[in-house]
């Protein structure tokens, strides 16, 4: 099986792409280097960039991530990798919506008109309403579940607010909020700004409101609605910008709800039925949404940082923090404003920040003993 039959080209096919890579490879090969194509030497000059410490020590991979000449990453909005290890980084950019990598940063794909035509919305229209990917691995197969923020357009009636399930294709299966019609794919319902999504094991949905309502609710695996908690403030059950959820589970335990109460900074836990059972603070600033890997949790923290909690929510490591630093949107080793991440099946970690420029970086896992 072709490792990307899941994608379909937009700019450029398939074939396209491999010739750019070959093209690529001997031009690297020759010493020459081609428009708009960084080349790395053949001997580094210096040794990597690194950040933490201990197993967790990381080295950003320089050059990961680019595009080609006329392409450009708009405010970083999300990234996942799917089940062959394939990167897909999402930003508020017309061109494109959405960049697929390989693991070793490779561009296969490029999406946008096309994708765009299957959310029924114009490239502007995505570029003003994206917000978070979801990747999720079910009995029938990988899915994706997308956020839509809702649009700024000041006349006329508002489109986004919608979340929808889709195939690694993008074809939506379902869509739930301010669909156009209800029918047996699409059901309404009063988000007004929703901005993350997590799937329980038993296929449960959980969706939080957060740059609206502050509402966060739960749905069978068929978008029946079971519950709906939360609103704005400050007492545990209530937040204030509950702006990415996640299912952590961990063998031998019950799977726990963590929502990331961003401007209160801190972290709610929840049971599966959305009961309060404790509140994790101190280790965070402002976080955004989750990550699970191997027992831990990683946390994007806009506030300049990535945060790692072990299995028993206590402090693995943080990174890269770069709060205060006036070079932390340049400097390999410091973050300006973490928004998303994602670990591939090797530990490495890719992140994507709410900066103008996307900047999604990989960050290989170098384990150090001590």
């Not at 978070?132 to 006349?155: A, C, D, L, M, Q």
């Not at 965070?284 to 506030?303: E, M, S, T, W």
Request: hydrophobic content about 35%.
């Amino acid at each position: 099986m072709h490792t990307n039959e899941y994608l379909f080209p937009v700019r450029q096919t398939r074939r396209d792409f491999l010739k750019l890579a070959g093209a690529t490879t001997a031009t690297v090969a020759a010493g020459l280097s081609l428009p708009g194509c960084a080349t790395a030497p053949e001997t580094p000059a210096k040794p990597g960039v690194r950040i933490g410490g201990g197993y967790h020590t990381y080295e950003v991979v320089e050059g990961w991530g680019q595009l080609p000449e006329g392409m450009k990453y708009g405010f970083g909005c999300g990234i996942v990798v799917d089940g062959l290890d394939r990167v897909y980084v999402t930003s508020r950019s017309t061109n494109p919506a959405v960049a697929v990598f390989d693991r070793k940063g490779i561009l296969l794909e490029t999406w946008g008109n096309e994708i765009a035509g299957l959310f029924g919305l114009s490239p502007a229209q995505v570029k003003d309403t994206a917000h978070g990917i979801y990747w999720s691995k079910e009995p029938t197969g990988e899915f994706f579940y997308w956020t839509e923020n809702v649009s700024t357009n000041r006349e006329g009636a508002k489109f986004g607010k919608r979340v929808y399930k889709t195939d690694l294709k993008g074809r939506i299966l379902y869509e739930i909020g301010n669909v156009a019609k209800e029918g047996s794919t699409a059901q309404k319902f009063d988000w007004t700004n929703p901005t993350d999504v997590a799937v329980a094991p038993n296929g449960d949905i959980y969706v939080v409101d957060g740059y609206g309502s502050q509402r966060v609710s739960r749905f069978d695996k068929n978008f029946k609605h079971l519950k709906t908690i939360g609103g704005r403030g400050k007492e545990h059950g209530q937040f204030n910008t509950c702006h990415g959820i996640w299912i952590k589970v961990i063998k031998g335990r019950e799977p726990e709800v963590y929502i990331a109460d961003r401007h209160n900074d801190r972290i709610e836990i929840f049971s599966l039925e959305l009961q309060y059972k404790r509140t994790l603070s101190g280790e965070v600033r402002n976080p955004c949404c989750f990550y699970q890997h191997k027992g831990n949790i990683y946390i994007p923290d806009l506030a300049s940082r990535v945060t790692i909690l072990d299995a028993n929510d206590q402090l693995a490591a943080h990174l890269g923090d770069g709060k205060g630093a006036t070079d932390n949107k340049t400097n390999p080793a410091l973050f300006a404003a973490p928004h998303a991440m994602c670990v591939d099946s090797r530990g490495d970690l890719h992140v994507v920040e709410w900066v103008d420029f996307g900047r999604p970086r990989k960050f290989k896992h170098m384990p150090q003993t001590v």
